[in-house]
């Protein structure tokens, strides 16, 4: 296969992004990648307002595929596809995406590539690390948390996932309730250095199930109710909030540990392959990484967390998807539509509510 130049966009959420990559399926260049974030637009509603993402994106987009283009030191007619993120997601801005993408291939008379953003998320460790399938994901994220094991550009097979708040979702509402600053994921991570993560004893929710679900939004009402007794004239003590950070992170840790075990050992029965990739913003939480590199070791399997950049919504993932699905998928065309939820494996059962950041998948 000859090298080609994609052009990938992404909207799925609060970030519009573009980037330009260059390769084949396993040795792939990112030539530009360029993120235009919205978090001060949605900064003071306390989570992502759809209809503010949906005309944000529509604005940013040609601006940031026209930045992309630049730093790629490349032009429109370089360009051999267009890859864009059709789902899951804000249903807005998943359009505005799309349409983009759709002018830019039927101008251009170029191929369109409708692409999951998860499996753009999940085929990442390829672009980043040329892992071989079959490999072991856990995608972590606001909007996503699922185990994943991926044997092909298209064949992704879900063991569990969470079964209502995604946990940087739990990072985000607990650092409110906490007074900490949004997103919750950092400051939470930098206040716990200061705190006893053994002070409050909180739940661990649904260690005592088998199988890999997860569950967060009861860990954030103990926090809840632990902050409420703690409250001295509506306020928090300094050492207090540095507790229940580090109490809360600790608890998120054991879950996704333990439940990561439990994954391993599934994979394990399918494959002699023994690597555990992540993906997601929650994968920068350095304890979390930490756990997750250790409960590896236990199962001598590599451990395989891209660069932060490629971790967190970017397009490069989703042109990469594109080039690694287009040796066994005809492209999209026109009739391409965007789909607010698009689970990837078809054959899991659905997953239950709609997080802060859209549909869960
Ligand atoms: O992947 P991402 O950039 O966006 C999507 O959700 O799609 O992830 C953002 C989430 C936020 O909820 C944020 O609080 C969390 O990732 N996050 C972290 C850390 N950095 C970001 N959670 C825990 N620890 C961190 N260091
Ligand atoms: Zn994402």
Same mark, same amino acid.
């Given at each position: 296969?000859?090298?080609?130049?994609?052009?990938?966009?992404?909207?799925?959420?609060?970030?519009?992004?573009?980037?330009?990559?260059?390769?084949?399926?396993?040795?792939?260049?990112?030539?530009?990648?360029?993120?235009?974030?919205?978090?001060?637009?949605?900064?003071?509603?306390?989570?992502?307002?759809?209809?503010?993402?949906?005309?944000?994106?529509?604005?940013?987009?040609?601006?940031?595929?026209?930045?992309?283009?630049?730093?790629?030191? #490349?032009?429109?007619?370089?360009?051999?596809?267009?890859?864009?993120?059709?789902?899951?997601?804000?249903?807005?801005?998943?359009?505005?995406?799309?349409?983009?993408?759709?002018?830019?291939?039927? %101008?251009?008379?170029?191929?369109?590539?409708?692409?999951?953003?998860?499996?753009?998320?999940?085929?990442?460790?390829?672009?980043?690390?040329?892992?071989? $399938?079959?490999?072991?994901?856990?995608?972590?994220?606001?909007?996503?948390?699922?185990?994943?094991?991926?044997?092909?550009?298209?064949?992704?097979?879900?063991?569990?996932?969470?079964?209502?708040?995604?946990?940087?979702?739990?990072?985000?509402?607990?650092?409110?309730?906490?007074?900490?600053?949004?997103?919750?994921?950092?400051?939470?991570?930098?206040?716990?250095?200061?705190?006893? /993560?053994?002070? $409050?004893?909180?739940?661990?929710?649904?260690?005592?199930?088998?199988?890999?679900?997860?569950?967060?939004?009861?860990?954030?009402?103990?926090?809840?109710?632990?902050?409420?007794?703690?409250?001295?004239?509506?306020?928090?003590?300094?050492?207090?909030?540095?507790?229940?950070?580090?109490?809360?992170?600790?608890?998120?840790?054991?879950?996704?540990?333990?439940?990561?075990?439990?994954? #391993?050992?599934?994979?394990?029965?399918?494959?002699?392959?023994?690597?555990?990739?992540? /993906?997601?913003?929650?994968?920068?939480?350095?304890?979390?990484?930490?756990?997750?590199?250790?409960?590896?070791?236990?199962?001598?399997?590599?451990?395989?967390?891209?660069?932060?950049?490629?971790?967190?919504?970017? %397009?490069?993932?989703?042109?990469?998807?594109?080039?690694?699905?287009?040796?066994?998928?005809?492209?999209?065309?026109?009739?391409?539509?965007?789909?607010?939820?698009?689970?990837?494996?078809?054959?899991?059962?659905?997953?239950?509510?709609?997080?802060?950041?859209?549909?869960? %998948?």
């Amino acid at each position: 296969m000859t090298a080609l130049t994609i052009l990938g966009i992404e909207s799925s959420c609060d970030d519009t992004a573009a980037a330009v990559l260059r390769g084949q399926a396993g040795a792939a260049e990112v030539l530009s990648s360029v993120v235009l974030s919205q978090t001060d637009l949605h900064a003071s509603f306390g989570g992502v307002v759809p209809e503010i993402a949906a005309r944000a994106h529509a604005e940013k987009l040609d601006i940031c595929v026209r930045q992309a283009l630049e730093q790629s030191g #490349l032009g429109l007619e370089a360009i051999d596809a267009v890859a864009v993120t059709a789902g899951p997601g804000l249903i807005g801005g998943v359009v505005s995406g799309v349409m983009c993408a759709k002018g830019i291939a039927l %101008a251009r008379n170029r191929p369109l590539y409708g692409v999951n953003h998860l499996a753009g998320h999940a085929l990442t460790p390829r672009l980043t690390d040329g892992v071989a $399938f079959p490999y072991l994901m856990l995608l972590v994220s606001g909007g996503h948390c699922q185990f994943l094991i991926v044997s092909g550009p298209d064949d992704f097979r879900r063991l569990g996932g969470t079964i209502d708040d995604a946990p940087g979702e739990a990072f985000d509402k607990v650092a409110r309730l906490i007074a900490l600053p949004q997103p919750g994921g950092p400051s939470i991570e930098a206040r716990a250095k200061f705190g006893d /993560a053994k002070r $409050f004893k909180l739940p661990r929710p649904l260690l005592d199930r088998a199988g890999c679900d997860m569950s967060f939004s009861g860990l954030k009402t103990a926090v809840l109710r632990q902050r409420d007794s703690l409250l001295v004239d509506g306020a928090l003590a300094a050492q207090d909030q540095a507790d229940l950070a580090a109490s809360f992170q600790a608890a998120v840790v054991d879950v996704l540990a333990e439940k990561t075990r439990r994954a #391993l050992v599934e994979y394990a029965t399918l494959t002699n392959m023994r690597s555990i990739c992540v /993906a997601g913003g929650v994968a920068a939480n350095m304890a979390i990484r930490g756990a997750l590199k250790n409960v590896a070791a236990e199962f001598n399997a590599s451990f395989i967390a891209p660069p932060l950049a490629l971790c967190t919504d970017n %397009a490069a993932m989703i042109a990469y998807a594109a080039l690694e699905q287009m040796g066994t998928r005809a492209p999209d065309g026109m009739t391409l539509s965007a789909r607010p939820r698009w689970p990837l494996d078809q054959t899991a059962p659905a997953m239950l509510g709609s997080g802060k950041k859209g549909a869960k %998948a």
